[in-house]
């Protein structure tokens, strides 16, 4: 185990020096990564070749010099025309949702969804994410216990259970016998109260109620959702906005981030007037002004207001992609799926058993290749135009991707965020614009600055070495060699579904 370890390290990350070092723990805990670019995003204009030293898992010293005297007793990684980076922020993440599977499938596929859990966190790993956020809704607190646990995994944040308004978004998916002991922590409708069991009381079930159980189960954020639904669905309940008004005093008074599930015109400008921190989707439901060519002036108030106001953005393209790729014949013989999910799960994605949410999506007798055009020429470009207006007007864009948006196989863990990240430069946002997305724009917003985002002194020692610049291409991401993960190295092909363990 351990020489399969050392030969690994040795030939991916070329370390010198690593003879003699007793163990791994020894070699761990003192790192001299030498004669490295530096890429720092709140130090862009100032990027230069140096070294960082390691310590105890932070990050002790930050040398912006060639040639630094390497401090006694530390095992060095020549980082030598490489690009060390912070590690990778996804704030928008579901763990416990098994991309592909409904839930009946979840259980009856028992075997196959433990591969994957297991699987998953190195998957995040493999594409640099060492920092996620859970927006779970219902939290499954083994899935994070677990998670947690696991060996080699990133740090792991959430937003505990959601607060659904009664009846509303995404409650209205579970059948009413079960949805309120499902959404425990709704939101009460006084106007509902025939439809909801006497045994919630209005009293438990205040937006105060309600924030408070998030604040102290340990959730850093509050998830609330502004939806009238779609598909089958639709004319859901939805929250006044005297009860968002509530939430965001109760939020603001427990230091709660507030993220609102928004994707519609209406809903975004309700989260914008109701002065939410971060919106958690991109634009792409316009309503009537959908039959407008170009962006309307209406779409573009509420654009003004989210950057005028600084709301946290997410674009989360891929969960459009994510849904588009059912119609795209070659989708699942991508190599990179086989690096990021079991194998057998990737054989079950190609029955008529794993592609079961494709008829939840496809109009009956639309053609493939039809539909996909419809979300390339419908939503998705809609959610580009937006992208590409905020990104002119330097928006506070938060890198979230909201893996799985839902039971599709088009969003896996890790690779997800890379695929999101090629969406929005596509859209328009610029590479600085991504690489602070992903790091100290979303440490910053979830408050996680003062140890995350950046290679500073003094921060946890989560840090990338890449291949490429990330300033340079959006391949970058994926030309990473090494992780570093509270200062413990981990080669990155070693965390491959298909690598020697
Ligand atoms: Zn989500």
């Given amino acids: 185990m351990k020489t399969i370890f050392a030969i690994l390290f040795v030939s991916l990350i070329s370390v010198a020096d690593l003879a003699g070092q007793g163990s791994k723990d020894q070699a761990a805990s003192r790192i001299w990564i030498s004669d490295v670019t530096i890429l720092s995003p709140e130090r862009l204009d100032h990027i230069a070749t140096g070294s960082v030293l390691i310590e105890d898992g932070r990050i002790v010293r930050v040398e912006r010099k060639q040639r630094a005297k390497k401090p006694a007793g530390a095992t060095v990684v020549d980082g030598k025309g490489q690009f060390l980076i912070p590690g990778l922020i996804d704030s928008h993440v579901h763990l416990a949702s098994v991309p592909g599977m409904g839930f009946d499938q979840i259980s009856s596929n028992a075997e196959m969804t433990r591969s994957y859990y297991k699987q998953m966190p190195r998957s995040y790993l493999y594409y640099g994410y060492t920092t996620l956020v859970d927006l779970g809704v219902m939290v ?44 425990s922590n709704f939101i009460y409708d006084p106007e509902q109260a025939s439809s909801i069991p006497p045994e919630y009381k209005p009293e438990a079930h205040t937006p105060a ?33 005297d009860v968002l008004a509530e939430i965001r005093k109760e939020a603001t008074r427990d230091g709660l981030v507030l993220m609102m599930h928004a994707n519609s015109y209406e809903a975004q400008k ?18 009537d002004l959908e039959k407008e060519k170009e962006m309307p002036d209406e779409v573009r108030q509420v654009l003004d207001r989210i950057v ?75 959610d580009q135009l937006v992208v590409a207006y905020l990104a002119s007007k330097n928006a506070n864009f938060l890198f ?30 610029s590479l600085t614009q991504i690489f ?66």
């Avoid at 998830?223 to 009238?228: H, L």
């Fill in 308 to 382: 005028e106001k600084k709301i946290g953005y997410q674009p989360t393209v891929q969960v459009l992609e994510g849904e588009r790729v059912y119609f795209e014949p070659d989708y699942l013989g991508s190599a990179a799926i086989r690096k990021v999910v079991p194998k057998e799960m990737v054989a079950w994605f190609n029955t008529a058993e794993g592609k079961r949410f494709k008829k939840d999506l496809a109009d009956d007798d639309t053609p493939d290749a039809v539909m996909a055009q419809g979300y390339e020429k419908g939503p998705i470009r809609r």
């Fill in 209 to 241: 109620a309600d924030v408070a159980r998030v604040k102290g189960a340990g959730g850093i954020c509050v998830k609330t959702f502004y939806e009238r639904g779609f598909g089958h669905a639709k004319n859901l309940p939805v929250m006044s906005e």
């Fill in 400 to 429: 979230g991707t909201d893996t799985p948006s839902g039971p599709t196989y088009g969003n896996l863990p890790g690779l997800n965020g890379y695929l999101e990240m090629r969406q929005l430069q596509k859209a328009g946002m």
């Fill in 436 to 501: 602070k997305a992903a790091t100290i724009s979303n440490a910053r917003e979830f408050k996680l600055d003062s140890e995350l985002g950046t290679i500073e002194r003094g921060k946890i020692a989560n840090l990338l070495l890449l291949k490429k610049s990330p300033l340079d291409s959006v391949d970058a991401y994926d030309s990473i060699t090494t992780v570093w993960v509270h200062g413990t190295a981990i080669a990155r092909d070693s965390l491959a579904v298909d690598s020697v363990k």
């Fill in 270 to 287: 309700f989260a914008a007037d109701g002065g939410v921190d971060v919106i958690a989707h991109g634009m792409w439901n316009w309503g």
């Fill in 140 to 183: 499954d607190h083994q899935v994070m216990k677990d998670f947690r646990q696991s060996p080699e995994h990133p740090d792991l944040y959430d937003c505990g259970d959601a607060l659904v308004f009664a009846n509303g978004y995404p409650m209205s998916y579970a059948p009413p016998e079960v949805r309120f002991e499902l959404f």
